[in-house]
């Protein structure tokens, strides 16, 4: 254990994080740890990851100091931040730049920030095509990710940027799943039209990370992006009904109803769909599977991971 090199995971129960320091455990082989970085050690998930053989540490993301002390002696850091907490791009920003210092002082080796696309790059603010949110920002979820990037460059930082994907586990947890209709007919409600959208395992974020940290300096300076299938709406429709033995539909509806929905954050989704939507072309091409499965062989497509969870999928 001594000689092995410590990757510390911020995050370490959430999604990504969790992921990649199960991915890391997992792997009998290689001569990485891992240090499960987490605010509550005494949660049931921390707690897991420990009896599992993680290090697992208390961490204050939103203080500097603590961050410091918890990446000192890491070989490696994955770096995510957690903007559906409180849907501050302030906040995200002020996170990742604490992030991006504390791993500069503690002179880590490779660092993975978990980001996205600045959709101001192709939608500006004054491009009234979809409104603009927050006051400066199309896409808050992703725009804030995106600035944030240049904390990491402008400390010369051996980073590389992971671009993720929509997570099919918003299926489960986001209340994103098939809604039961009047007829007992269930329905998919996306604002995608007929076009396909780029999604992924939460579970293989963390496993193409942990690929990304073994190729060593491979991707360092580097944008890597990654996805588990390209589906449209309706595609989606088709394999839930076939995996839940139910009628499934897509109901495809204009981004304007889907912002309108009026639960916390409909706005900001409804930009993203639009965004993914308008710039499929981009969006699904940077996200390329072949690639993806190079770095996690045990990538899971959209039917391999219903066929795991369809049990999990509330149906309303």
């Known amino acids: 254990m001594a000689d092995k090199k410590i990757i510390a995971v911020l995050g370490a129960t959430g999604a990504q994080g969790g992921g990649l320091v199960r991915a890391i455990l997992s792997d ?4 990485f740890t891992a240090r499960a970085l987490t605010r509550n050690i005494n ?3 921390a707690k897991a990851l420990k009896e599992a053989g993680a290090d697992v540490v208390t961490v204050d993301i939103d203080n500097f100091e603590s961050l410091k002390s918890a990446f000192t002696g890491a070989y490696a850091v994955y770096a995510v931040t957690f903007f559906w ?21 503690a002179g880590v080796k490779h660092i993975i920030w978990s980001t996205l696309e600045d959709t101001r790059k192709w939608v500006p603010l004054e491009d009234n095509r979809m409104p603009t949110l927050q006051g400066k920002y199309k896409v ?8 944030a990037n240049k904390f990491f460059t402008d400390l010369g930082l051996p980073v590389t940027f992971l671009q993720t994907s929509f997570y099919w586990d918003n299926f489960i947890h986001f209340g994103m799943g098939p809604k039961k209709t009047a007829d007992d007919t269930y329905a998919l409600t996306l604002p995608m039209g007929d076009k396909k959208l780029p999604g992924i395992a939460a579970e293989d974020i963390g496993k193409c990370a942990y690929g990304i940290f073994k190729k060593g300096n491979d991707f360092i300076s580097k944008t890597v992006s990654i996805a588990g299938g390209h589906t449209s709406g309706k595609e989606m429709a088709e394999s839930m009904g076939k995996a839940l033995g139910k009628n499934v539909i897509y109901n495809s509806v204009p981004f304007d109803t889907y912002r309108g929905f009026g639960f916390p954050g409909a706005d900001d989704l409804g930009n993203m769909f639009q965004f993914t939507h308008d710039f499929e072309e981009y969006f699904c091409g940077v996200r390329d599977m072949n690639f993806s499965r190079s770095i996690n062989p045990e990538l899971k497509s959209f039917d391999n991971w219903l066929s795991e969870n369809k049990d999990r999928i509330p149906l309303e």
């Open 43 to 45: 949660a049931d998930k």
């Open 85 to 105: 907490e409180h849907f501050s791009v302030d906040k995200e920003l002020s996170q990742a730049e604490m992030i991006a210092k504390a791993a500069k002082e």
């Open 28 to 31: 009998k082989t290689d001569d």
């Open 140 to 147: 808050p979820h992703f725009d804030g990710k995106g600035q």
